[in-house]
């Protein structure tokens, strides 16, 4: 007899970006799909000097089950790191979670009953679709500009449908790359006072800007708009910036929401990996991060400027987009000027056959997707090889 699956997942599909992995084992294609970071950028030495100081310092504790709230020092590290952007945060204020992804899932398990209303961005992160329909939600999409979302169509949609909460990327959104603005950003946290409505700030790429920093986080603004802070969840990663294979991430919200993350997560994995919260906690002890995160910023501000010139070289009008100020993707749109290809799903297959691949835009939207849209990461090729993959896609438009 077939196996009678649960029915929340007749709500949720295979994401399509991992579908158009099994695309790639042509010889020589070049990848603008993954929203990966680039290895070589790994602070191998110092992640490998941590990880022997966690082992040497106290083995038996980097190697035992753990607090489901995390380990108590990389709770303390992770305050004094959201303390050196602006954000004071107390080591009982946030938990450790299995990368930002879990506290997501974590968000989902706690807040959404089936049929609850929930506001992302148009278009947003294509897992947290998955995730929040997982558990029922009803997504409505908010609009999106160069700027981030839209504040005043923000504020017509809340007071619509009240929703259960609002998710957001405020910087280097994926895939739209949008900056939010300060002044946007004092109006989200006004809203989320105005209608009483949690606002939940993802932020794994904050802290790889380009030129100057960002404005602060949600999070570090909270304390100039009274009332907010209990109404804001801040969700963080080091997968971006250090490695994502240690699986580190964290959540910052008020205590109840922390408290039902915490039971919900002792169902799940318990705790996050010891050793992984060992290591991190001695990486960041160390100081090295500074220093990572420079190399980052140069080596990624690099790529995204040649990616930029090349599309504007090899693809002119065909294509809009704006120049990205920090993260890992470039969002752009086909025009079909000239009589060129205006579906990115077409345009997608075309760049395959010349060995290119990006993501088409459609699945990043919960509601009315935009089949003209696509994403490109510039993270894990060379100047060289973003050169020579935008050329391919020239020959493909």
């Known amino acids: 007899m ?3 699956f649960a029915n929340r997942l007749k709500s949720v599909e295979t994401s ?20 990966f970071p680039d290895p070589a950028m790994f602070d191998v030495e110092g992640i490998r000097e941590a990880s022997a100081k ?52 974590l968000l989902g398990k706690t807040m959404i009953s089936p049929g609850d209303k929930v506001i ?3 278009p947003t992160f294509l897992a947290t679709i998955q995730c929040f329909r997982l558990y029922g939600a009803e997504l409505i999409s908010a609009p999106v500009d160069g700027h981030g979302v839209k504040t ?17 990327i405020p910087t280097f959104g994926n895939p739209s790359g949008a900056l939010l603005t300060l002044e946007r950003r004092k109006k989200v946290l006004e809203l989320a006072v105005k209608y009483s409505t949690l606002m939940v700030e993802d932020d794994p ?13 949600l999070l ?26 240690l699986r580190v991430g964290w959540m910052v919200a008020q205590p109840e929401l922390l408290a039902n993350a915490v039971m919900c997560k002792q169902f799940s994995d318990a705790h996050t990996s010891t050793f992984a919260q060992a290591t991190a906690t001695q990486y960041l002890k160390a100081g090295r991060m500074p220093a990572t995160l420079a190399n980052v910023r140069k080596v990624y501000a690099e790529r995204a400027r040649a990616m930029g010139e090349a599309l504007t070289r090899e693809l002119g009008d065909a294509v809009e987009f704006t120049q990205p100020q920090g993260g890992l993707f ?50 894990t090729a060379d100047v060289e090889k973003i050169k020579e993959g935008v050329a391919r896609l020239g020959k493909a438009i």
Not at 16 to 35: D, N, T
Not at 61 to 88: D, H, V
Not at 205 to 217: C, I, K, N, T, V
């Open 152 to 168: 005043d169509e923000l504020e017509k949609l809340i007071a619509e449908h009240q929703p259960k909460f609002v998710y957001l």
């Open 16 to 35: 399509a970006i991992r579908e158009l992995f099994k695309l790639l084992g042509k010889p020589g294609i070049i990848s603008f799909a993954g929203g």
């Open 330 to 379: 470039f969002w752009a749109r086909l025009t079909g000027n000239g009589g060129k290809v205006s579906d990115a799903g077409v345009f997608a297959k075309r760049a395959i056959e010349q060995g290119v691949a990006f993501v088409p835009g459609a699945p990043f939207f919960a509601a009315n997707p935009d089949v003209s849209t696509f994403r490109l990461s510039f993270a």
């Open 54 to 105: 966690a082992l040497g310092d106290d083995a038996g504790a980097a190697l035992q089950y753990g607090a489901t709230e995390g380990f108590q020092p990389l709770r303390e590290q992770l305050g004094a790191f959201m303390a050196s952007k602006g954000a004071t945060v107390a080591a009982n204020e946030l938990i450790v979670t299995t990368g930002s992804q879990q506290a997501l899932d």
């Open 2 to 4: 077939p196996l009678q």
């Open 205 to 217: 790429y904050g802290d790889l800007y380009f030129g100057d920093a960002p404005p602060p986080s």
């Open 120 to 122: 992302v961005e148009g």
């Open 220 to 245: 570090a603004l909270s304390s100039t708009v009274p009332g907010s802070r209990d109404l804001l969840a801040h969700c963080g990663s080091l997968s971006k910036v250090l490695s994502p294979g």
